[in-house]
């Protein structure tokens, strides 16, 4: 890009040589739609005429005088702003007053995570999925009790909660009953170590709660979590 910047300056200069007044303006803004981040050069040289605005992108093509270009520079700053950063160079001239070339790139605007609140007491269960679903792009929130998982999920307003049933202070069902209370179609998914599996299965069924059984494999853990968000996702 200084590539690009020092050859639109250069060529304002040159375009300025004959002028009384010269005056230079770089200018950066945003544009209307969000989409582009926009740098302008515009000088007040001799200007372009229309017929050759279409033609100064050609290679060899210059409408300076001879020895002053080689008819490159501005193939150099399309190629560049164009093949390798996905944008594009606009031009708008009138003879005798000036021309302004302006840079538009596409602004990478940071896409927004997903957060999952994670509330176990087990430390390296936490630590554990914590890191896993990290990886997989999402925004991570962790609490050892249901009292601490009710306050977060007040705060940061979690896309989806990950619980296990026998978490202290609030056990998993007080929990997701008061969370219920708040947001009514909260995703949600329960676990549970495998002993507990058979005497809370149709409890869980009944209440139609997604849930797992500790330990369990975390590829299917996460087939899981990302079914529940892709129907949060679904209008």
């Known amino acids: 890009m200084v590539q690009v910047f020092r ?18 303006v770089l200018q950066s803004s945003v544009s209307k739609d ?3 981040v926009e740098i302008s050069v515009q000088d007040t040289g001799s200007g372009i005429e229309k017929e050759k ?3 100064i992108f050609e290679v060899y093509y210059t409408t300076k005088p001879d020895g002053l270009g080689t008819g490159l520079g501005l193939v150099v700053v399309k190629d560049i702003v ?4 996905k944008g594009r160079v606009l031009v708008e001239s009138e ?3 000036g021309t302004t070339f302006t840079v538009q790139l596409p602004l990478k605007v940071e896409r927004k995570r997903k957060k999952i609140l994670i509330a176990d007491d087990e430390a390296y269960i936490r630590e554990l999925f914590a890191s896993f679903f990290e990886s997989k792009g999402l925004k991570v929130f ?4 249901g009292i601490e998982a009710l306050d977060y999920f007040e705060k940061i307003h979690p896309d989806i909660v990950l619980s296990d049933i026998e978490i202290p202070v609030m056990n998993g069902f007080e929990f ?6 708040r947001k009514h179609e909260q995703k949600i998914v329960l676990m549970t170590g ?17 849930f797992f059984t500790k330990p369990a494999d975390l590829n299917d853990v996460w087939k899981i979590v990302n079914e529940e968000l892709k129907k949060s996702s679904t209008p």
């Open 194 to 210: 495998f002993y507990y599996e058979t005497s809370i299965k149709k409890k869980l069924e009944k209440a139609n709660i997604t």
């Open 142 to 145: 962790t609490a050892v009790n």
């Open 34 to 36: 969000g989409k582009f």
């Open 82 to 85: 164009e093949k390798q950063h």
């Open 176 to 181: 997701i009953k008061e969370i219920k209370s």
């Open 95 to 97: 003879v005798g007053k």
């Open 53 to 55: 605005l279409d033609k």
């Open 7 to 24: 050859n639109l300056i250069v060529n304002a200069s040159h375009a300025m040589a004959d002028s009384e007044e010269k005056i230079l």
